[in-house]
């Protein structure tokens, strides 16, 4: 077996408008700003290429996508040129490097950076990034399933995109809450009617006192609703509100 040689690891901005635009109780976005990283290798002649994103959303996550490529330049002159005797030993051997030499950067250059590396690694090995991740501690079987989130709009439209996303096979769906209890309502009456078998994740983005995280659950319950998860219903700092929302 031939070696696995890292070329490279590079960082570029990608900023991608949005099909639809991402509102949540804090703000309005129109397109993403976000950071591609990308580890490029060589093995058996040939040049593989990996990729990750560093998804960054102001003011959730802190890392600005400058201080990520920064990141990520600093880790390319660890790793440029290093040379692992075949496939197994890279994927051994690379990811624990990065995720070691990592530990500096924040959460969203790790997530990218990992994306890369398992990326490669599977390009590599012929096999999905799925399959990679689906093998949990001691040797477990791990399924991942995601959800699609719906941002605030107006009913009939949320109901709409609900619609269409359970079509194309999701059945879970991130609802976001939070501007107004009112219209919270409305929207996911609308949701529950055109999606009634839908797993719903409520997501406040903080923006609720305990008493308005209540009333809302009281209300999407009372028409049908499957909730699964309530995220960030209360502010991070708001302990007593968010234990009265568990209790």
């Given at each position: ?31 993403t ?25 102001p ?56 994306t ?55 059945r ?15 929207a ?9 078998d839908a ?20 209300a ?8 699964e ?14 234990a009265?929302?568990?209790r």
């Open positions: 077996m031939s070696d696995v040689r890292i070329l490279a690891i590079e960082a570029r901005p990608l900023r991608v408008p949005l099909v639809e635009p991402f509102v949540i109780a804090t703000g309005r976005l129109d397109a700003d976000a950071v591609e990283v990308s580890i490029t290798v060589e093995h058996d002649g040939r040049r593989v290429l990996g990729l990750g994103e560093c998804a960054t959303l003011p959730v996550t802190h890392e600005t996508p400058a201080e990520i490529e920064a990141h990520v330049r600093a880790l390319s002159e660890c790793f440029v040129d290093l040379t692992f005797p075949d496939v197994p030993a890279f994927w051994a051997h690379a990811s624990r490097q990065a995720s070691w030499a990592t530990q500096a950067m924040g959460p969203v250059a790790r997530a990218g950076l990992e890369a590396w398992i990326d490669v690694a599977g390009r590599l090995l012929g096999r999905s990034m799925a399959s990679l991740v689906a093998t949990g501690p001691g040797g477990r079987k791990m399924e991942h399933e995601t959800d699609i989130t719906l941002p605030i709009a107006e009913p009939a439209h949320m109901g709409e995109l609900a619609r269409g996303w359970m079509a194309k096979g999701f879970a769906l991130k609802i976001k809450v939070g501007r107004a209890l009112e219209d919270d309502v409305a996911l009456r609308a949701i529950v009617a055109a999606a009634p797993l719903l994740r409520l997501d406040a983005n903080a923006a609720l006192s305990a008493t308005e995280a209540l009333r809302l659950l009281d999407v319950r009372a028409l049908g609703g499957n909730v998860v309530y995220e960030q219903p209360c502010r991070a700092d708001d302990l007593e509100g968010m009265e929302v568990v």
